[in-house]
């Protein structure tokens, strides 16, 4: 298990857990990230530390720090 944070562009991975306070949690969850869900990394942007993300056919951008609490494993 990993976090998405390490892994490499074009890179898919079932989310496993989410970290961080309830308000966080629940705010991603809103936005489709659950448990079991499929996640792709798209592309990394250095500027300002954001992570795009794919979920469910939709793109999501994440904080490098947020993606860091979002455990996920090879899927």
């Known amino acids: ?3 998405l944070d390490l892994l ?9 857990s989410i970290g961080g306070d309830r308000a ?3 705010r991603l969850m809103e936005l489709g990230l659950l448990p ?5 990394l798209i592309r990394r942007v250095d500027v300002g530390g954001v992570l795009e993300v794919e979920v469910r056919g939709c793109r999501l ?6 993606a860091r609490q ?5 899927g």
């Open 36 to 40: 079991g869900t499929l996640v792709r």
């Open 70 to 74: 979002l455990a996920v494993e090879p």
């Open 1 to 3: 298990m990993t976090s």
């Open 8 to 16: 490499n562009p074009g890179a898919s991975a079932r989310l496993v």
């Open 61 to 66: 951008s994440v904080r490098h720090g947020e």
């Open 24 to 26: 966080f949690r629940c």
